[in-house]
C-alpha cells in the first residue's frame, strides 16, 4: 500500500474518460417509474425477515445560501420556516418505512445530508432524532457510525455539542477552497478560522472522525492557490479527505450558469492541482482509498481496505456495505437486497404524497443476475484494486473468462498499456492504473454504450 499511486501522465490522457462514480451498479441513471411502493414494501419485508442490519440516510435539503458548483438536491431559502412542513412529511415517511421492519434490526450507520442539515433549529433536530429513536433501532453506546454534513457557517459550539449529546460522532465538513477569489467566483466565502473553529469544538467533544470535502477544478483556481489551500487542510489534520473533481455542467445544473467557464483552469492545470495534491496527501501520511478519497492509516477505512472488506454504496467507501441502506426524505434513494429505489426530487410531490399517506417512491430497478454478478465485480475492484475469479466463479456459479470473453480484448489492451496486471487467475489493478479504476470498471458495465456519458464527470 505504500506505492498506492503512481502518476503516468501518459496513461491518464488516454483513459481519462467520462464515467460513472459507481456509488451503485447499475447505476442511478437505470432508474426507471416501473419501481414503485409494493416493491419497496416487498423489499423492506425480505430485509425484516432476514434480520439484516441499517443505515439510515436522512435528506435536508434547505440552505440559506447558494454555492454556485453544487449539483445537489437542495432548496435555497432564508425562510427558516420552510423546514416545518418537511420535517413533518419526513416523519410521516419515518413512521410508515419503520413499521415494515423488526425492531431488532440495528442501525449501524446514520448519516444526515443536504443541503445543509443544520439549517434546521436545535429543537427541530432534536425532534427529528427523537422520532428516529422512537422508530428504529439506534444505537445507545456510540459504537454505531453516525454522521452529518456540516458547513462552518452554519455551525458553532452549542451547534457542534448538540449534535454530540444527540448521538453524533462524525463530521463530514464542506470547504472546498480557501482562496477568497476562487471563493467568491462561487458564492462561498467561508474562512479558515470559521473551519478551524469547528473541527477545534469537534475534538474537544471527541468526535470519532473529521472528514473534509476539497474541489479541484473551480473558477479561478490555480495549482500554486489550491496547493496552499490543501497545506492550510493539511495542518488541520482531518482523519480523511476527499478531493473531488468539478463537473461544469451547467446544462443541467442551473446554479453553475452563473459561473464563468473563462475563468475554469484548463485540463492541464487540473491535472497539475491533482498531482500535487496526492504529492502533499502522501507526504503527510495520507492513504489513497480510491475514487477520490484518502485517509490516515490508522482510519477504518484504510485499515478495511487493508483487510478487503471495504465496500461501496450511495455514501461512498463504507464499512457497512452490508447494510439495508434506508434513504428518507426528498431525492434521498434506497438500496434493500437487490432493489434500489429513489424518493421524488420535487419537494412539492414528495411532500404532497406524504400528505396523502403514500410514500414518495417513484423510481428504481430490480437487479437481475447479471447485475449481481457485474455489481460484485466492480465492487471488488473500485474497493481492494484487486479481483480473484474463483470467488467470483464460486459465488455466481460461471466461469469467469468464459462469461466474459467478449471483454478480455479491452482488459488485454489495458494490461499492456500498464492500467492493469492479467491472468487466468485475478485482475490487479496496478498503481499507475489506480486513479483511473473507474475506468477498469467501466469495461464490465453493461449499460455503459447506450448512456450519453455527457451526463457524467470525468475520471481525473
Known amino acids: ?6 502518476w503516468d501522465t501518459d496513461l491518464i490522457r488516454r483513459y481519462d474518460l467520462a464515467g460513472p462514480r459507481y456509488t451503485s451498479y447499475p447505476t442511478a441513471v437505470q432508474f426507471d417509474g416501473h419501481v414503485g411502493t409494493f416493491d419497496l414494501f416487498h423489499a423492506l419485508r425480505e430485509s425484516r425477515k432476514a434480520l439484516r442490519p441499517l443505515s439510515l440516510y436522512v435528506h435536508v435539503p434547505f440552505c440559506a445560501n447558494i454555492c454556485y458548483y453544487c449539483a445537489c438536491n437542495k432548496v435555497i431559502t432564508k425562510d427558516r420556516g420552510r423546514a416545518l412542513p418537511y420535517l413533518q412529511r419526513l416523519e410521516q415517511e419515518i413512521q410508515l418505512i419503520a413499521c415494515h421492519l423488526d425492531p431488532a434490526q440495528k442501525v449501524e450507520q446514520l448519516h444526515f445530508g443536504g443541503g445543509t442539515p443544520t439549517f434546521l433549529s436545535h429543537d427541530e433536530l432534536r425532534q427529528l432524532m427523537a422520532q428516529l429513536r422512537k422508530s428504529f433501532n439506534l444505537l445507545e453506546d456510540d459504537s454505531g457510525d453516525y454522521g452529518i454534513e456540516i458547513d462552518p457557517r452554519e455551525a458553532d459550539w452549542s451547534t457542534m ?23 467568491r467566483a462561487v458564492n ?4 479558515l478560522e470559521e473551519t478551524r473553529a ?4 469537534a475534538r474537544t467533544l471527541q468526535f470519532r472522525s473529521i472528514n473534509i470535502d476539497l474541489i479541484y477544478g473551480l473558477p479561478r483556481q490555480t495549482p500554486e492557490n489550491f496547493a496552499r489551500t490543501v497545506d492550510e487542510v493539511i495542518n488541520l489534520q482531518p482523519d480523511r479527505l476527499s478531493v473531488f473533481n468539478y463537473a461544469h455542467l451547467p446544462e443541467r445544473f442551473m446554479p453553475q450558469r452563473r459561473i464563468n467557464s473563462d475563468e475554469l483552469p484548463t485540463p492541464a492545470q487540473k491535472l497539475e492541482m491533482l498531482q500535487r495534491t496526492i504529492e502533499q496527501l502522501t507526504a503527510a501520511g495520507y492513504r489513497y482509498i480510491g475514487m477520490d478519497h484518502f485517509a490516515l492509516p490508522d482510519d477504518e477505512l484504510a485499515i478495511a481496505q487493508e483487510e478487503s472488506t471495504l465496500q461501496r454504496n450511495f455514501q461512498g467507501y463504507t464499512t457497512h456495505g452490508h447494510c439495508d441502506l434506508i434513504g428518507l426524505g426528498v431525492s434521498a434513494i434506497s438500496q434493500i437486497g437487490d432493489l434500489y429505489c429513489q424518493n421524488s426530487s420535487d419537494l412539492n410531490q414528495y411532500q404532497n404524497a406524504l400528505a396523502s399517506a403514500q410514500l414518495a417512491t417513484n423510481r428504481g430497478l430490480l437487479c437481475n443476475a447479471d447485475d449481481r454478478l457485474r455489481r460484485a465485480v466492480i465492487q471488488q475492484l473500485i474497493c481492494s484494486f484487486n479481483l480473484e475469479f474463483a470467488d467470483i466463479e464460486k459465488a455466481f456459479n460461471i466461469d469467469f473468462r468464459g462469461y466474459f470473453g467478449e471483454l478480455w480484448p479491452q482488459l ?6 500498464g492500467l492493469i496486471e492479467l491472468n487466468n487467475e485475478r485482475i490487479t489493478v496496478l498503481p499507475a492504473g489506480r486513479l483511473l479504476v473507474r475506468s ?14 455527457q451526463r457524467f464527470s470525468r475520471v481525473i
Open 1 to 6: 500500500m505504500l506505492d498506492a499511486i503512481r
Open 412 to 417: 488485454q489492451r489495458m494490461a499492456e498499456d
Open 198 to 201: 469547528v473541527i477545534d469544538a
Open 188 to 191: 462561498r466565502l467561508q474562512s
Open 161 to 183: 455539542g448538540l449534535l454530540r449529546e444527540l448521538g453524533f460522532n462524525r463530521v463530514s465538513i464542506g470547504l472546498q477552497d480557501l482562496d477568497p477569489a476562487v471563493q
Open 440 to 453: 477498469v470498471c467501466m469495461v464490465f458495465d453493461a449499460y455503459l454504450e447506450q448512456q450519453n456519458r
